[in-house]
C-alpha cells in the first residue's frame, strides 16, 4: 500500500526501544474483541493516522503509523490505567450517608489489578434525586442531562455539546451517532439514551462544525469516554485535528454494559423478534429487563436482559467505572425513582453548571445511594472476574443476580447488568 512505502524503506532500521505501534493495539484490543468504542484512539493520534470503519464501527488505520504509542497509552482496554486518573473520595461528614472515604490511605487509587476494593461513590460534592421541572419529551429518566446542556449553552457557558442523536442513515434506525449540538434545539432532539457505543471522542475533530476559534464544549459519555477525555486532559500531547482543549464540561452517564448496535437493534430485536424498530420511541434497561415501547407507548419487547447477552459488547466486562468517577457531574437512573434522575456532582465545574440548571430542575435528596454502591461493587466483580478468567479461562464468571436485584430494593430502578 502506498501510504506504507516508508515503512517498507525503514524495514531493517533498527527503531527505539518501547514503541507501541497501532497494529499492536488493533491485535490486542480490536481484534480480541475487546474494544468499547470510545474514541480515545482516534482523538489521541497526533498524526490523525486512526479513523473509524464504516462498516464495523471500530477504529482503523486511515494513515501511516508512526509508532508513537500514544493510541495504546491511551485506550481504556490497552495501556490506560484509567482508576489513577480517580479524584479522591470526598469524606461526607454525614453519619447517615455511606462512607465515601477511601478503604487504604496508603494506596489512594484502587488497582483494577489487585489492592482495596474502590469504595465510596468517588469525589461527590453534591448529590442529588432530580428532574426537569418541564416534562421533556424523550428524555431518558429525569431530563436532567438535557436541562444542564440546554442552561449551559443558555448561559454562553459553552459553545455546544457532544451528545449522541439519533442517526439520519435509513439503514440505521434508532443508532445513536455522535454529534456536536450548537443549538436548543439540537440539544433537545438528542435526549434520551441509545445502548450503543458512538466512537464519541472521534467526534471531537470539530472541522465539520461552525464554531467559534476557541470553542468551549461539554462531553456527554458513557464513562469510558470520560476516562479518554480526562487522559488526554492529564497529559497535554498534541492530539492532532481533534479539539481536547476545547471540553469544559464532562457528564457521565453511569453505565455497566453497551451493546452492539447490529447485533441488538437489527439482530435481537428486529430480525428474532420482529420489533418494527422505525416505530420504536424508547429503549430502557429496568428491573433486570429490556424494555421497547413504540411511540405510541405500546410495549414491543419486554423480555429479562439476559436473553440479550449476546449482543454486548464484551470490552465492557473488563470496565470498573459504572459511576463515571472522573467526569464533572455523573447521572444515571439507579438511585431514583422512576421519572428522576440520579446527581453526583463532583467538580466544581460541576458544581456550576449544575447551579446555572437548579431553576429549571426539581430537586430532591437522593433517593437511595446504596443502590448506586451495591451497583458498583458488582460492576468491579464482574471486572475483576473477567481479568481472572483471562488468566484462566475456566474460572467462573459468576454474578449473584440475587443480590444484583437487591441493589435497587426500595426503589423501582434497575440497573443495567447482565445476570449470567
Ligand atoms: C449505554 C448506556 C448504559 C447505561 N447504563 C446505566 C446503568 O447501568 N445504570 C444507570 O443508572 N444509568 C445508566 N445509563 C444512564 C441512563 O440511561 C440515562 O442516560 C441517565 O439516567 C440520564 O438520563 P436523563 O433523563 O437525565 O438524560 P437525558 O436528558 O435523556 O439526556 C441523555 C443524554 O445522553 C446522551 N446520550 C444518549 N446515549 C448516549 C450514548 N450511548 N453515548 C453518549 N451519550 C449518549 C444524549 O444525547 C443526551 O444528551 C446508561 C446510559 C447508556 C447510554
Ligand atoms: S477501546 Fe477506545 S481507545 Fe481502545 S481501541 Fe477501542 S475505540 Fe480505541
Ligand atoms: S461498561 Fe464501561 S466500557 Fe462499557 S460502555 Fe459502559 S463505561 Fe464504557
Redesign the pocket.
Same mark, same amino acid.
Do not use: H, M, W
Given at each position: 500500500m502506498k501510504g506504507f512505502a516508508i515503512r517498507e524503506q525503514m524495514n531493517g532500521v533498527e527503531e527505539p526501544p518501547g514503541k507501541t505501534w497501532f497494529w499492536e493495539l488493533e491485535a490486542g484490543v480490536i481484534l480480541a474483541d475487546r474494544c468499547v468504542q470510545c474514541g480515545t484512539c482516534v482523538a489521541v493520534c497526533p498524526s490523525n493516522s486512526i479513523g473509524v470503519r464504516d462498516e464495523t464501527g471500530l477504529p482503523q488505520l486511515v494513515k501511516m503509523c508512526t509508532g508513537c504509542s500514544l493510541c495504546w497509552d491511551f485506550c481504556p482496554r490497552g495501556g490506560l490505567r484509567y482508576e489513577a486518573l480517580w479524584p479522591p473520595s470526598t469524606p461526607s461528614g454525614d453519619d447517615d450517608v455511606p462512607v465515601v472515604t477511601r478503604s487504604d490511605a496508603a494506596d489512594p487509587y484502587w488497582k483494577i489489578t489487585g489492592g482495596p476494593p474502590g469504595d465510596g461513590l468517588g469525589a461527590v460534592l453534591e448529590r442529588y434525586a432530580a428532574r426537569?421541572a418541564k416534562r421533556?419529551d424523550?428524555?431518558?429518566?429525569?431530563?436532567?442531562?438535557?436541562?444542564l446542556?440546554l442552561a449551559a449553552l443558555g448561559a454562553g457557558d459553552i459553545d455546544g455539546?457532544l451528545?449522541?442523536?439519533p442517526s439520519t442513515d435509513r439503514d440505521e434506525p434508532w443508532k445513536?451517532v455522535?454529534h456536536v449540538a450548537t443549538t436548543p434545539q439540537e440539544?433537545l432532539e438528542?435526549?434520551?439514551?441509545?445502548?450503543?457505543?458512538?466512537m464519541?471522542l472521534a467526534e471531537l475533530d470539530l472541522s465539520a462544525y461552525e464554531l467559534p476559534p476557541r470553542p468551549r464544549l461539554a462531553v456527554?459519555?458513557?464513562p469510558c469516554?470520560i476516562q479518554g477525555i480526562r487522559a488526554m486532559q492529564s497529559r497535554r500531547w498534541p492530539t492532532g485535528a481533534h479539539r481536547v482543549d476545547a471540553v469544559v464540561l464532562t457528564i457521565a $452517564?453511569?453505565?455497566?454494559?453497551?451493546?452492539d448496535y447490529e447485533a441488538l437493534t437489527l439482530r435481537e430485536l428486529h430480525d428474532k423478534r420482529g420489533v418494527d424498530i422505525e416505530r420504536v420511541g424508547k429503549v430502557?434497561?429496568i428491573h433486570g429487563r429490556m424494555i421497547v415501547e413504540y411511540r405510541d407507548g405500546t410495549v414491543a419487547v419486554d423480555e429479562p436482559i439476559k436473553d440479550f447477552h449476546g449482543a454486548a459488547l464484551k470490552g465492557c466486562d473488563e470496565c470498573a467505572d459504572?459511576l463515571g468517577r472522573g467526569a464533572d457531574i455523573s447521572?444515571?437512573?439507579?438511585?431514583s425513582m422512576a421519572g428522576w434522575?440520579?446527581v453526583l456532582v463532583r467538580t466544581e465545574a460541576g458544581l456550576a453548571a449544575f447551579d446555572r440548571a437548579r431553576g429549571r430542575l426539581d430537586v430532591r435528596d437522593l433517593d437511595d445511594p446504596e443502590a448506586l454502591l451495591k $451497583?458498583d461493587r458488582l460492576d468491579k466483580r464482574v471486572a475483576e472476574r473477567s481479568l481472572q478468567r483471562k488468566l484462566d479461562p475456566d474460572a467462573p464468571l459468576f454474578i449473584d443476580y440475587a443480590e444484583h436485584l437487591s441493589a435497587y430494593a426500595g426503589t423501582d430502578?434497575a440497573?443495567?447488568?447482565l445476570d449470567r
Open positions: 426537569a421533556l424523550g428524555a431518558q429518566d429525569g431530563g436532567v442531562v438535557t436541562a446542556l455539546a451528545v449522541s442523536r445513536g455522535a440539544i438528542s435526549a434520551g439514551s441509545f445502548y450503543n457505543q458512538t464519541a456527554v459519555g458513557t469516554e $452517564l453511569l453505565c455497566t454494559k453497551s451493546f430502557d434497561v459504572f447521572v444515571g437512573s439507579v438511585g434522575s440520579s $451497583l430502578r440497573p443495567v447488568v
